[in-house]
């Protein structure tokens, strides 16, 4: 994170990462929101929605790229059904952090 900029939310996000079962982060286009939650979790899996072979895997079964936890997802809004297996994801084994 040496190349970062300080950001003033960085220790409330880290906070909500260790706690909470699912955190957002949104803003705007090429703000470094990716870097920053790459930076701050490596040890996370991530999957981005804009390679082609995520997305189609999102859309036809979207329950397996929850398998690995925790994990950061990438352009989630490109295939919605995602979102309604992470809220199964959560329901069925709620666990902080993940």
Request: overall charge positive.
């Amino acid at each position: 994170m040496d190349n970062l900029k300080p950001r003033w939310f960085l220790r409330n996000l880290q906070a909500a990462l260790r706690v909470l079962p699912v955190s957002v982060l949104t803003g705007a286009r090429q703000t470094g929101k990716t870097t920053l939650i790459q930076s701050i979790t490596p040890a996370r899996a991530y999957f981005t929605l804009d390679e082609l072979g995520v997305l189609e895997q999102a859309e036809r079964n979207p329950d397996s790229l929850l398998a690995t936890r925790p994990v950061n997802l990438d352009e989630v809004q490109r295939a919605p059904r995602l979102l309604l297996a992470v809220k199964r994801a959560v329901d069925l084994r709620r666990r902080a952090g993940e």
